[in-house]
Each structure stands twice: as structure tokens, then as C-alpha cells.
């Protein structure tokens, strides 16, 4: 079962346009159920007419919240708040995110947060820049290392991880990475676990890839780069796209 997950971010702009989008989605998710679980992560404000509007097996999540209950945050929201709104899942430590202040530190909070309350994390990892001496390696590892530094494996297999090279994410992206690249961080990324949990459990933490993924490249994603599927912004905005791109991943090659 590969994993296509599409990150609204800040969009769209009318709920009109929510309701279209989350119908359309549904569509996809119903056409691909069979080899696709799809899971979508509207803005917060969107949630109570995602929720009403998305069909089975259609998934719901949300994007970011606050590190602490503290009601004293302005503009932020709880984990509580996304749960009773109905997010099953939501994505942390995306690098829009990083960019505003959420570091690993808040990001590990935000992870208990989460279990607390039972929502499942997708968690957002990536460098900012490549070098060709491999430095960039050491940035995943420390933003592995503190989220998964207290966490029981039983918490771990649950969690989804996205790597989101950050020089790929987005309009400004200089490009997509490579199947080759990608799976080099598969690797990294599931060696970490192994020695951390065992072999069994870092298996079984599923491994997307995120940034500037779309219908043409998102195939050799999975077939070359040890991708389990995808965290998508841009081309989960349009349906036809988003359609293509499902289609690409689950059709076999002839
Ligand atoms: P993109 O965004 O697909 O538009 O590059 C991906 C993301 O930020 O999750």
C-alpha cells in the first residue's frame, strides 16, 4: 500500500473551492483504494467541511499545532482541537514550518501532543542544502534524533515520515531530487531507525517523499527511490494532476 498525502498548505481560498477539491479527492481516493490509502491536510479552519464533505476511504489531517496547551497562544492550535475536528493525522516539522520557529525541540513536543491525543504524525524531514562531502546527512540525523529520542517503538511504527529535501519544496524549488538521492536518504533514514528500534520496526515506519512531486516523476520515486509514496503540495490543489499522479504510481508498466 503506498501513501499519497496532499498538503493544502495555506489554500484554498473558499470553502466552495473545499468542497469541490475534498469531492474531487474523494473520487481519487475511491478509484485507487485498492493500492493507495490517500489522506488530505486542508487548513485548520477548513476541517469541520473537509470532514463533512470527504467519503470513505478518504482520509483526513490536519497542518501543525502548538508544542504545549498553554491557552495563552494566540493564533495557535491544540492537538485537542485538531482531534475533536476530526484530524487523523497531522504534519509536523514541515520546513515552512522550521522557517517560522517550529525546531526539533518543539517538534518532539509536538509529537507527544499528538500520541496524547491519538492523531497519527507526519513528520517532515530534510536538509536545506546539498554538499557533495555528505554534511547535509547530519541534519537528518539530528532532526531524527531528537524527535524519536523518547519515544517507545510502539509510538515509532506509527509515525510517517516525509523527507522533504527543503531545496525541492515548493515554486522556488531548484529542482526535484532524484531517485537516487531519495533512496540514499531511505536508507539513511530506515539505518537509523534499525539501530535505534531493530530491523522489524524501522520497517514498518513508512517512508514518503515530498517536493516538487508530480505526475511525471512521481513512478521512479517508488520504483528507484525506496519511496512508499508521498507527501504532495502544489499537485494535490489540482485533481487532474493529483489524478495523474495516482495513476502513475499504481498503474504497472507494460
Ligand atoms: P510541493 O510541496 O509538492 O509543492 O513541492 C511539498 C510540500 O511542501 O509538502
Redesign the pocket.
Given at each position: 500500500m503506498l501513501y499519497l498525502i496532499g498538503?493544502w498548505k495555506m489554500a484554498p481560498e473558499k470553502n466552495s473551492q473545499v468542497i469541490d477539491l475534498v469531492k474531487k479527492t474523494t473520487a481519487i481516493a475511491r478509484t485507487y483504494k485498492k493500492s493507495l490509502t490517500t489522506i488530505i491536510c486542508p487548513p485548520a479552519v477548513f476541517l469541520p467541511a473537509v470532514v463533512k464533505n470527504a467519503k470513505v476511504p478518504l482520509l483526513v489531517g490536519a497542518q501543525g499545532l502548538a508544542a504545549s496547551d498553554a491557552i495563552a497562544q494566540t493564533g495557535l492550535i491544540s492537538a485537542g482541537m485538531l482531534k475533536d475536528n476530526g484530524a487523523a493525522y497531522c504534519i509536523i516539522g514541515?520546513s515552512?514550518m522550521r522557517a517560522r520557529g517550529d525546531n526539533n525541540e518543539i517538534v518532539k513536543q509536538q509529537l507527544t501532543k499528538l500520541f496524547d491525543k491519538k492523531i497519527v504524525p507526519i513528520l517532515c524531514i530534510g536538509e536545506k542544502t546539498r554538499d557533495t562531502q555528505g554534511w547535509y546527512l547530519s541534519e537528518i540525523k539530528e532532526q531524527l534524533e531528537t524527535a524519536f529520542a523518547d519515544l517507545v517503538p510502539l509510538q515509532a511504527k506509527k509515525i510517517i515520515i516525509a523527507y522533504?529535501p527543503v531545496w525541492?519544496?515548493?515554486k522556488d524549488?531548484t529542482r526535484a531530487a532524484t531517485p537516487a538521492e531519495c533512496r540514499e536518504m531511505m536508507i539513511f533514514i530506515r539505518k537509523m531507525l534499525s539501530d535505534k528500534y531493530d530491523e522489524k520496526i524501522a520497517k514498518s515506519i513508512v517512508l514518503l517523499y515530498?517536493?516538487?512531486?508530480d505526475e511525471f516523476n512521481a513512478r521512479s520515486f517508488v520504483t528507484d527511490g525506496a519511496a512508499q509514496g508521498f507527501?504532495?503540495?502544489?499537485?494535490s490543489l489540482e485533481a487532474k494532476r493529483l489524478e495523474a499522479l495516482a495513476k502513475a504510481i499504481t498503474t504497472p508498466e507494460k
Open positions: 498538503n514541515h515552512e522533504e525541492a519544496i515548493g524549488a515530498g517536493g516538487s512531486a507527501l504532495v503540495g502544489r499537485v
